[in-house]
Protein backbone atom coordinates (compact mmCIF):
# COMPACT_ATOMS: atom_id res chain seq x y z
CA UNK A 1 0.00 0.00 0.00
CA UNK A 2 1.18 3.26 -0.28
CA UNK A 3 1.64 5.60 2.00
CA UNK A 4 1.29 9.06 2.33
CA UNK A 5 3.53 11.68 2.94
CA UNK A 6 3.65 14.74 5.24
CA UNK A 7 2.70 17.25 2.57
CA UNK A 8 -0.54 15.03 1.38
CA UNK A 9 -1.62 14.28 4.64
CA UNK A 10 -1.51 18.43 5.67
CA UNK A 11 -3.34 18.97 1.62
CA UNK A 12 -5.73 16.35 2.68
CA UNK A 13 -6.79 17.95 6.04
CA UNK A 14 -6.76 21.23 4.44
CA UNK A 15 -9.38 20.17 1.94
CA UNK A 16 -11.46 18.77 4.23
CA UNK A 17 -11.40 21.71 6.32
CA UNK A 18 -12.13 23.66 3.73
CA UNK A 19 -15.09 21.23 2.65
CA UNK A 20 -16.32 21.46 6.47
CA UNK A 21 -16.12 25.32 6.24
CA UNK A 22 -18.23 25.76 3.41
CA UNK A 23 -21.06 23.17 4.25
CA UNK A 24 -21.50 24.98 7.46
CA UNK A 25 -21.49 28.18 5.52
CA UNK A 26 -24.37 26.97 3.23
CA UNK A 27 -26.28 25.43 6.46
CA UNK A 28 -26.20 29.51 7.84
CA UNK A 29 -27.17 30.86 4.79
CA UNK A 30 -30.19 28.61 4.05
CA UNK A 31 -30.62 29.01 7.67
CA UNK A 32 -30.57 32.79 7.65
CA UNK A 33 -32.67 33.48 4.67
CA UNK A 34 -35.40 31.36 6.52
CA UNK A 35 -35.06 33.04 9.59
CA UNK A 36 -34.97 36.29 7.43
CA UNK A 37 -38.76 35.60 5.94
CA UNK A 38 -40.11 33.98 9.00
CA UNK A 39 -39.38 37.52 10.53
CA UNK A 40 -41.67 39.61 7.86
CA UNK A 41 -44.17 37.14 7.14
CA UNK A 42 -46.96 35.62 8.65
CA UNK A 43 -49.90 33.10 7.88
CA UNK A 44 -53.57 34.06 8.20
CA UNK A 45 -56.13 31.78 8.25
CA UNK A 46 -59.62 32.27 7.30
CA UNK A 47 -62.44 29.91 7.75
CA UNK A 48 -66.04 29.22 6.01
CA UNK A 49 -68.75 27.13 5.82
CA UNK A 50 -69.10 24.21 2.81
CA UNK A 51 -71.59 21.42 2.95
CA UNK A 52 -71.85 22.25 6.35
CA UNK A 53 -68.07 21.65 7.02
CA UNK A 54 -65.69 24.05 8.63
CA UNK A 55 -63.21 24.26 5.94
CA UNK A 56 -60.37 26.95 5.60
CA UNK A 57 -58.11 28.94 3.67
CA UNK A 58 -54.32 31.38 4.53
CA UNK A 59 -52.79 34.26 3.00
CA UNK A 60 -49.32 35.11 4.04
CA UNK A 61 -49.29 38.55 5.32
CA UNK A 62 -46.23 41.13 6.40
CA UNK A 63 -45.60 41.28 9.76
CA UNK A 64 -46.26 45.30 11.21
CA UNK A 65 -43.15 47.22 11.57
CA UNK A 66 -42.82 50.76 11.66
CA UNK A 67 -40.90 51.18 8.87
CA UNK A 68 -41.92 48.63 6.41
CA UNK A 69 -45.68 49.36 6.88
CA UNK A 70 -45.94 52.41 4.73
CA UNK A 71 -44.65 50.41 1.55
CA UNK A 72 -46.85 47.23 2.91
CA UNK A 73 -48.40 47.27 -0.96
CA UNK A 74 -45.22 46.85 -2.75
CA UNK A 75 -44.88 43.89 -0.73
CA UNK A 76 -48.40 42.51 -0.71
CA UNK A 77 -47.41 42.31 -4.33
CA UNK A 78 -44.94 40.29 -4.11
CA UNK A 79 -46.79 37.90 -1.50
CA UNK A 80 -49.87 37.37 -3.77
CA UNK A 81 -48.31 37.14 -7.35
CA UNK A 82 -44.43 35.66 -6.96
CA UNK A 83 -44.66 32.73 -4.99
CA UNK A 84 -44.77 29.32 -6.88
CA UNK A 85 -47.20 28.16 -3.87
CA UNK A 86 -50.26 30.23 -5.97
CA UNK A 87 -49.98 28.76 -9.04
CA UNK A 88 -52.45 26.50 -10.41
CA UNK A 89 -49.82 23.61 -10.39
CA UNK A 90 -49.54 23.59 -6.85
CA UNK A 91 -53.64 23.45 -6.25
CA UNK A 92 -53.31 19.91 -4.90
CA UNK A 93 -50.68 20.81 -2.66
CA UNK A 94 -52.60 23.95 -0.99
CA UNK A 95 -55.77 21.61 -0.65
CA UNK A 96 -53.64 19.24 1.41
CA UNK A 97 -52.47 22.06 3.17
CA UNK A 98 -55.65 24.01 4.11
CA UNK A 99 -56.68 20.43 5.01
CA UNK A 100 -54.82 20.45 8.06
CA UNK A 101 -57.30 22.91 9.86
CA UNK A 102 -58.15 22.64 12.97
CA UNK A 103 -54.35 22.28 13.61
CA UNK A 104 -53.89 26.06 12.76
CA UNK A 105 -50.14 25.77 14.01
CA UNK A 106 -49.17 22.70 12.12
CA UNK A 107 -51.30 24.67 9.24
CA UNK A 108 -49.11 27.58 9.66
CA UNK A 109 -45.52 26.26 10.06
CA UNK A 110 -46.37 24.18 6.66
CA UNK A 111 -47.52 26.88 4.29
CA UNK A 112 -45.00 29.84 5.91
CA UNK A 113 -42.38 26.90 5.22
CA UNK A 114 -43.63 26.93 1.35
CA UNK A 115 -42.88 30.52 1.35
CA UNK A 116 -39.34 30.53 3.04
CA UNK A 117 -38.25 28.03 0.55
CA UNK A 118 -39.41 29.76 -2.28
CA UNK A 119 -35.99 31.02 -3.92
CA UNK A 120 -36.93 33.36 -6.34
CA UNK A 121 -39.82 35.29 -4.09
CA UNK A 122 -37.21 35.30 -1.70
CA UNK A 123 -35.29 37.29 -4.02
CA UNK A 124 -37.68 39.49 -4.59
CA UNK A 125 -38.28 40.15 -1.46
CA UNK A 126 -35.01 40.85 -0.25
CA UNK A 127 -34.11 43.52 -2.98
CA UNK A 128 -37.20 45.53 -2.11
CA UNK A 129 -36.33 45.13 2.07
CA UNK A 130 -32.73 46.31 1.07
CA UNK A 131 -33.86 49.28 -0.63
CA UNK A 132 -36.03 50.53 2.31
CA UNK A 133 -33.30 49.74 4.86
CA UNK A 134 -30.29 51.11 3.22
CA UNK A 135 -31.43 54.09 0.83
CA UNK A 136 -27.82 54.87 0.42
CA UNK A 137 -27.62 51.66 -1.64
CA UNK A 138 -26.92 52.12 -5.76
CA UNK A 139 -29.81 50.35 -7.63
CA UNK A 140 -28.37 48.27 -10.28
CA UNK A 141 -31.77 47.67 -12.18
CA UNK A 142 -33.57 50.37 -14.03
CA UNK A 143 -36.67 50.57 -16.46
CA UNK A 144 -37.98 53.48 -17.96
CA UNK A 145 -40.52 55.80 -18.28
CA UNK A 146 -42.35 53.92 -20.90
CA UNK A 147 -41.91 50.37 -19.29
CA UNK A 148 -43.61 51.99 -16.28
CA UNK A 149 -46.70 52.90 -18.19
CA UNK A 150 -47.23 50.12 -19.84
CA UNK A 151 -46.56 47.98 -16.77
CA UNK A 152 -49.12 50.55 -14.64
CA UNK A 153 -51.64 50.63 -17.67
CA UNK A 154 -52.19 46.47 -17.55
CA UNK A 155 -53.85 46.84 -13.90
CA UNK A 156 -56.88 48.79 -15.29
CA UNK A 157 -58.21 44.98 -16.26
CA UNK A 158 -61.50 44.48 -17.99
CA UNK A 159 -62.85 41.24 -17.50
CA UNK A 160 -66.79 41.01 -17.96
CA UNK A 161 -69.34 42.35 -20.26
CA UNK A 162 -73.08 43.34 -18.78
CA UNK A 163 -76.37 42.51 -20.78
CA UNK A 164 -76.78 46.16 -21.03
CA UNK A 165 -73.12 46.28 -23.25
CA UNK A 166 -71.77 48.20 -20.28
CA UNK A 167 -68.04 46.48 -19.12
CA UNK A 168 -67.22 45.34 -15.96
CA UNK A 169 -63.04 46.39 -15.49
CA UNK A 170 -61.36 46.21 -11.85
CA UNK A 171 -57.88 47.25 -10.95
CA UNK A 172 -56.57 44.44 -8.56
CA UNK A 173 -53.37 42.77 -6.83
CA UNK A 174 -53.85 39.55 -8.44
CA UNK A 175 -56.09 39.49 -11.24
CA UNK A 176 -54.92 41.96 -14.00
CA UNK A 177 -53.10 42.10 -17.15
CA UNK A 178 -49.31 42.10 -15.92
CA UNK A 179 -48.95 38.53 -17.44
CA UNK A 180 -49.63 38.89 -20.71
CA UNK A 181 -46.98 40.92 -20.97
CA UNK A 182 -44.66 39.32 -23.51
CA UNK A 183 -40.95 40.64 -22.68
CA UNK A 184 -37.54 39.26 -22.28
CA UNK A 185 -37.26 41.70 -19.24
CA UNK A 186 -38.22 41.19 -15.62
CA UNK A 187 -40.96 43.77 -14.69
CA UNK A 188 -41.84 42.30 -10.98
CA UNK A 189 -40.49 44.95 -9.13
CA UNK A 190 -41.26 47.65 -11.25
CA UNK A 191 -45.53 46.25 -11.07
CA UNK A 192 -45.03 46.41 -7.62
CA UNK A 193 -44.10 49.55 -7.58
CA UNK A 194 -46.67 50.57 -9.79
CA UNK A 195 -49.34 48.60 -7.61
CA UNK A 196 -48.70 50.71 -4.82
CA UNK A 197 -48.76 53.89 -6.57
CA UNK A 198 -51.92 53.31 -8.01
CA UNK A 199 -53.91 52.44 -4.70
CA UNK A 200 -51.91 55.08 -2.65
CA UNK A 201 -53.69 57.32 -4.99
CA UNK A 202 -57.18 55.58 -4.36
CA UNK A 203 -57.10 56.02 -1.63
CA UNK A 204 -57.06 60.59 -1.57
CA UNK A 205 -60.40 61.78 -1.18
CA UNK A 206 -60.25 62.97 -5.34
CA UNK A 207 -58.14 60.41 -7.45
CA UNK A 208 -56.67 61.64 -10.56
CA UNK A 209 -56.19 57.94 -11.26
CA UNK A 210 -59.89 56.87 -10.82
CA UNK A 211 -61.06 59.51 -13.07
CA UNK A 212 -59.12 59.14 -15.46
CA UNK A 213 -59.86 55.23 -15.23
CA UNK A 214 -63.32 55.90 -15.71
CA UNK A 215 -63.02 58.05 -18.34
CA UNK A 216 -60.96 55.93 -20.60
CA UNK A 217 -62.85 52.92 -20.04
CA UNK A 218 -66.13 55.14 -20.90
CA UNK A 219 -64.40 56.17 -24.43
CA UNK A 220 -63.04 52.69 -25.26
CA UNK A 221 -66.26 51.20 -24.71
CA UNK A 222 -68.25 53.98 -27.00
CA UNK A 223 -65.84 53.24 -29.71
CA UNK A 224 -66.17 49.68 -30.13
CA UNK A 225 -70.10 49.33 -29.00
CA UNK A 226 -71.64 50.31 -32.62
CA UNK A 227 -69.71 47.39 -33.99
CA UNK A 228 -70.21 44.66 -31.62
CA UNK A 229 -70.62 41.03 -33.27
CA UNK A 230 -69.88 39.19 -30.17
CA UNK A 231 -69.22 40.08 -25.84
CA UNK A 232 -66.12 38.10 -26.46
CA UNK A 233 -64.75 40.15 -29.18
CA UNK A 234 -65.99 43.51 -27.86
CA UNK A 235 -64.44 42.54 -24.46
CA UNK A 236 -60.75 41.70 -25.67
CA UNK A 237 -61.13 45.22 -28.07
CA UNK A 238 -62.12 47.09 -25.37
CA UNK A 239 -59.84 45.60 -22.90
CA UNK A 240 -56.86 46.34 -25.48
CA UNK A 241 -58.09 49.68 -25.74
CA UNK A 242 -57.92 50.71 -22.17
CA UNK A 243 -54.64 49.69 -21.69
CA UNK A 244 -53.40 51.58 -24.97
CA UNK A 245 -55.55 54.37 -23.31
CA UNK A 246 -53.71 54.17 -19.75
CA UNK A 247 -50.75 53.83 -21.25
CA UNK A 248 -50.99 57.39 -22.60
CA UNK A 249 -52.36 58.58 -19.95
CA UNK A 250 -51.05 62.20 -18.49
CA UNK A 251 -52.75 61.91 -14.66
CA UNK A 252 -51.50 58.52 -14.75
CA UNK A 253 -47.77 59.46 -15.85
CA UNK A 254 -48.05 62.26 -13.49
CA UNK A 255 -48.96 60.02 -10.53
CA UNK A 256 -46.49 57.58 -10.94
CA UNK A 257 -43.44 59.88 -11.64
CA UNK A 258 -44.59 61.77 -8.38
CA UNK A 259 -44.46 58.78 -6.50
CA UNK A 260 -41.03 57.97 -8.16
CA UNK A 261 -39.40 61.22 -7.49
CA UNK A 262 -40.91 60.64 -3.46
CA UNK A 263 -39.81 57.09 -2.95
CA UNK A 264 -36.45 57.02 -5.25
CA UNK A 265 -34.19 56.61 -2.11
CA UNK A 266 -36.49 53.38 -0.67
CA UNK A 267 -36.68 51.76 -4.38
CA UNK A 268 -34.81 48.59 -5.55
CA UNK A 269 -34.59 50.15 -9.44
CA UNK A 270 -33.73 53.66 -10.98
CA UNK A 271 -35.90 55.07 -12.98
CA UNK A 272 -35.16 56.71 -16.37
CA UNK A 273 -36.39 58.37 -19.60
Known sequence: MRKMNLNQSNVLSGVRTLFLLISATLVFCCTSQNNFLEDHISIQISTYESDNEIKASALPKLVQDRELTPF??????????????????????????????????????????????????????????????????????????????????????????????????????????????????????????????????????????SAAWNTERKRAVERYKPSITSFEIFLEDVKQELYDRMERNNSLKQILVEHYKTHKDNLPFELTE
Not at 86 to 100: D, I, N, P, V, Y
Not at 164 to 175: H, P
Open 72 to 209: ERRFEYLLLNVPEFHSSQMTKERKRLFGLYPDTLKMKKKILEKYTQDEEFSTYFEQTLAAIKNPAKVQEKSFTTDEMMRVASRFFYCDAVNPDTTVQSRVCVELNGVDELIEGKDVTLLAAFCYEAIFNDFDRAVSPV
